[in-house]
Structure formats: structure tokens, C-alpha cells
């Protein structure tokens, strides 16, 4: 068996990796793979439902053992996946030891303490989320990194028309939580300037932070003013914050928080999408499915979008890549107390975003003849193959 301890559901990025892992799992045939911890967020059609059911009630089942035995790690015959924090402690309690123990990270931050490295080495062995999480890894001494990146839902994810919700308005899609990592503030400093030469265009945003108590901090790249305020009924002004910040009103659309489900239909309606993250542990979720739907897709070229772009560093680089639109001039990115370690990270440059839109908006056939060729990539980053590429490497 495999225990998967973090929350799964799908309103998050660990959640929707646990969940695609458990349904994977459970079709006849798989190594099953059980929730250590209590799902969160779970809406399931009635056939995923099914299919998870048998998973969920063991999970209900080991809860209910662990919670009469508490202060104790219960030891389970199974490989236990642990989703590890950037210091490699786990990011739920763990209530429960496998008879194999492998760490599961995605992390942004590259200051890792010795303590932190000590930790990580304990593992049988450590899944890195990205090719550049697995380089820094190795490069800091460790020897039991694998990669096993993340996967995308072909069945929601793949070209379709436009339903024509918004008119004959030039869209771009730009997604993530709003955070300075995420570089919405490059984006949104593009989108103004690509704006004033296109007054028809829109930016349809899903860059609502389920966490704004925690601070944003956008203002820290010194391109926009400001966070967003917070609404009275919750959540972040951000169509307020791009009128504060230049942008007229009705050039943006804040989509709120979206539940994956619905967000096929919104990256539908887009023309392009855009992607100007300073910093990505994993290879970002949202910038795959958006290549899925075959979206002329703009990405900056560092940490864990080079997977993305080119996903055999022996066979290709960013410079050549003609699936997405890389954004190759790439600054240094100062560190900050929340995050003291930035190496790789990157700074991309609004002008040369600015011209990656252009490019779009000009040849429509080049456009969507990279969009095909994104979607086309992004069918052998299915969830199947990329789960079994995790499993495959497991301790028996």
C-alpha cells in the first residue's frame, strides 16, 4: 500500500496531486494508495466517488485508530509518500510510519539548513516536484532525489472552441495565488503596457490567495504600488488594484477562487496566457493545464517552468522552444526574509512579455500552431504516466 499524508482535495496544488494519486491508484490493477490525513475540499463526481470510496473508508478507519492511540506513530506496512515544508518537516502531523519513508517536496526556497538537509537524507528517497528542485538537491550533497513532476486531467484539459462568453475582446489569462514569488506584478505591468497599445484587450485573472493575512508583498519588485485591499465580504480587490495601478476599469476580470473544475471554461475564452513567475518549486499546475487547452502560453524561463519548456534539456533549451513563448532575459532576484535563498530564480522583464503578446496578437497563425504544439506536448504529462513514473521509483 501507499499512504499519502498531506490533505488530498482540489481547490489546492498538494491536494489535487494527492487526489489524481489516490484515483490513479485505486483503478484495478494499481498499487493502492490510501489518505493519511482527513481530505479537504473533495467534491468528486459520482464515479470518482466510487472509485475512491474503498481508499476513503480506510482512511476513516485509520483516523479513528490513530485518534485512540494518540502521541503515537502507528507503524503501517506500506511506502508512506510525506509531504514535506521547505525545511523538509512534514506539513501535516504525522500520525503514522511506513515501512518505507519518502519525502515529497516542492520549495522555493534554496537556504537550506544543515538541519533541514539531515532530515531530507533520513528518507529512503526524496520526489522532487521539478527538474530545478531535484538539480538544487543533489547539488547540496543528496543522493536519494528523484523527479517525478506533476501531471495534468487530459479529460478537462484539451483544446475546444470558445464559447464566446466575452465577446471579440483579445483575452489574456493569467492564474496563480497573488504573491510576489507568482510575479503578478510583471504581469500586470505588462498587461498596461500592451493594454494602451490594444484598448480592446482584457486580463481575465484567477489570483485570489486564499491566505491575504499573510501578506502579499507585490510592491517588493518595485513595479506596482500596493497590495490588493481586502474585500468586506473576503477575499482581494485585485480589479482595484489594477485601477490603482493604471489599468482602466472593465480591462479586468477577477475570476475569484476557482475550483479546477471550472477552469477549462476560462481558459477557453482566452487568446493567451501569461506566466511571468519569479519562482515555480513545482513546474505550475495552471501553466500546464493552460497549454493543455492548447493556449499560446508566455513563460518565464526559470526554476520549474524550464520542465515545461524544455522538457529534455539534452534535446532542447528555452531559446529554441516553439510550444510556448519563453521569456529568456531573466534578472537576478534579491532575497527577502520570507524567502533568503533565490538562487535560480528570475526576473523577467515586462518588455520582452509585452512582445511575446504582440507576437500573439499579430501572427494568430503562429499562435495557434504553438498552442497545438503546448497541447500536444503537455498529452504525455497525463496524470497516469506521470504517477506511474512515481511509483516506479518507490521503494517495493
Given at each position: 500500500?501507499?499512504?499519502?499524508?498531506w490533505?488530498?482535495?482540489?481547490?489546492?496544488?498538494?491536494?489535487?496531486?494527492?487526489?489524481?494519486?489516490?484515483?490513479?491508484?485505486?483503478?484495478?490493477?494499481?498499487?493502492?494508495?490510501?489518505?493519511?490525513?482527513?481530505?479537504?475540499?473533495?467534491?468528486l463526481?459520482?464515479?470518482?466517488?466510487?472509485?475512491?470510496?474503498?481508499?476513503?473508508?480506510?482512511?476513516?478507519?485509520?483516523?479513528?485508530?490513530?485518534?485512540?492511540?494518540?502521541?503515537?506513530?502507528?507503524?503501517?506496512?506500506?511506502?508512506?509518500?510525506?509531504?514535506?515544508?521547505?525545511?523538509?518537516?512534514?506539513i501535516?502531523?504525522?500520525?503514522?510510519a511506513?515501512?518505507?519513508?519518502?519525502?515529497?517536496?516542492f520549495?522555493e526556497?534554496?537556504?537550506?539548513?544543515?538541519?533541514?538537509?539531515?532530515?531530507?537524507?533520513?528518507?529512503?528517497?526524496?520526489?522532487?516536484?521539478?527538474?530545478?528542485?531535484?538539480?538544487?538537491?543533489?547539488?547540496?550533497?543528496?543522493?536519494?532525489?528523484?523527479?517525478?513532476?506533476?501531471?495534468?486531467?487530459?479529460?478537462?484539459?484539451?483544446?475546444?472552441?470558445?464559447?464566446?462568453?466575452?465577446?471579440?475582446?483579445?483575452?489574456?489569462?493569467?492564474?496563480?495565488?497573488?504573491?510576489?514569488?507568482?510575479g503578478?506584478?510583471?504581469?500586470?505591468?505588462?498587461?498596461?503596457r500592451?493594454?494602451?497599445?490594444?484598448?480592446?484587450?482584457?486580463?481575465?485573472?484567477?489570483?485570489?490567495?486564499?491566505?491575504?493575512?499573510?501578506?502579499?508583498?507585490?510592491?517588493?519588485?518595485g513595479?506596482?504600488?500596493?497590495?490588493?485591499?481586502?474585500?468586506?465580504?473576503?477575499?482581494?480587490?485585485?480589479?482595484?488594484?489594477?485601477?490603482?495601478?493604471?489599468l482602466?476599469?472593465?480591462?479586468?476580470?477577477?475570476?475569484?477562487?476557482?475550483?479546477?473544475?471550472?477552469?477549462?471554461?476560462?481558459?477557453?475564452?482566452?487568446?493567451?496566457?501569461?506566466?511571468?513567475?519569479?519562482?515555480?518549486?513545482?513546474?505550475?499546475?495552471?501553466?500546464?493545464?493552460?497549454?493543455?487547452?492548447?493556449?499560446?502560453?508566455?513563460?518565464?524561463?526559470?526554476?520549474?517552468?524550464?520542465?515545461?519548456?524544455?522538457?529534455?534539456?539534452a534535446?532542447?533549451?528555452?531559446?529554441?522552444?516553439?510550444?510556448?513563448?519563453?521569456?529568456?532575459?531573466?534578472?537576478?532576484?534579491?532575497?527577502?526574509?520570507?524567502?533568503?535563498?533565490t538562487?535560480?530564480?528570475?526576473?523577467?522583464?515586462?518588455?520582452?512579455?509585452?512582445?511575446?503578446?504582440?507576437?500573439?496578437?499579430?501572427?494568430?497563425?503562429?499562435?495557434?500552431?504553438?498552442?497545438?504544439?503546448?497541447?500536444?506536448?503537455?498529452?504525455?504529462?497525463s496524470?497516469?504516466?506521470?504517477i506511474?513514473?512515481?511509483?516506479?521509483?518507490?521503494?517495493?
Open positions: 500500500m501507499i499512504g499519502i499524508d490533505r488530498i482535495g482540489g481547490a489546492y496544488g498538494w491536494g489535487v496531486f494527492g487526489l489524481n494519486l489516490a484515483l490513479d491508484c485505486a483503478r484495478p490493477g494499481r498499487r493502492p494508495a490510501v489518505p493519511l490525513a482527513a481530505p479537504m475540499d473533495l467534491d463526481g459520482p464515479l470518482h466517488a466510487r472509485l475512491l470510496a474503498p481508499a476513503l473508508a480506510e482512511q476513516r478507519r485509520l483516523d479513528a485508530l490513530a485518534a485512540a492511540h494518540p502521541g503515537h506513530a502507528l507503524k503501517l506496512d506500506a511506502t508512506v509518500l510525506r509531504g514535506l515544508a521547505f525545511d523538509m518537516q512534514p501535516v502531523p504525522a500520525r503514522f511506513g515501512r518505507h519513508e519518502v519525502g515529497v517536496v520549495f526556497n534554496t537556504a537550506l539548513s544543515r538541519p533541514a538537509l539531515e532530515r531530507a537524507a533520513a528518507y529512503d528517497r526524496v520526489v522532487a516536484g521539478s527538474g530545478w528542485n531535484a538539480a538544487v538537491l543533489r547539488g547540496l550533497g543528496l543522493g536519494n532525489v528523484v523527479l517525478a513532476p506533476q501531471g495534468v486531467d487530459g479529460t478537462l484539459f484539451h483544446p475546444a472552441p470558445k464559447a464566446g462568453l466575452l465577446g471579440d475582446r483579445f483575452v489574456v489569462f493569467a492564474g496563480g495565488k497573488l504573491e510576489h514569488r507568482k503578478q506584478d510583471i504581469a500586470l505591468t505588462a498587461f498596461r500592451f493594454h494602451a497599445r490594444h484598448p480592446e484587450a482584457l486580463l481575465l485573472t484567477a489570483w485570489q490567495n486564499p491566505f491575504p493575512q499573510l501578506g502579499i508583498g507585490m510592491a517588493a519588485g513595479l506596482v504600488d500596493g497590495d490588493p485591499a481586502l474585500l468586506p465580504g473576503g477575499g482581494l480587490d485585485i480589479a482595484g488594484w489594477a485601477q490603482a495601478n493604471g482602466p476599469p472593465g480591462s479586468v476580470i477577477d475570476c475569484g477562487l476557482v475550483p479546477q473544475r471550472h477552469l477549462p471554461v476560462l481558459l477557453r475564452e482566452a487568446d493567451a496566457a501569461l506566466f511571468t513567475n519569479r519562482c515555480e518549486g513545482g513546474t505550475n499546475l495552471v501553466a500546464m493545464e493552460a497549454m493543455a487547452c492548447g493556449l499560446p502560453t508566455v513563460l518565464s524561463a526559470n526554476t520549474g517552468h524550464l520542465d515545461l519548456i524544455a522538457p529534455d534539456p534535446a532542447a533549451d528555452p531559446a529554441g522552444d516553439t510550444a510556448c513563448y519563453p521569456l529568456l532575459r531573466q534578472g537576478p532576484v534579491p532575497p527577502t526574509d520570507r524567502c533568503p535563498g538562487e535560480g530564480w528570475g526576473e523577467s522583464d515586462p518588455d520582452e512579455a509585452v512582445a511575446a503578446l504582440e507576437a500573439i496578437h499579430t501572427d494568430r497563425a503562429e499562435a495557434r500552431r504553438r498552442g497545438a504544439a503546448a497541447a500536444d506536448r503537455m498529452r504525455s504529462w496524470w497516469a504516466e506521470q506511474a513514473r512515481l511509483t516506479a521509483q518507490l521503494p517495493c
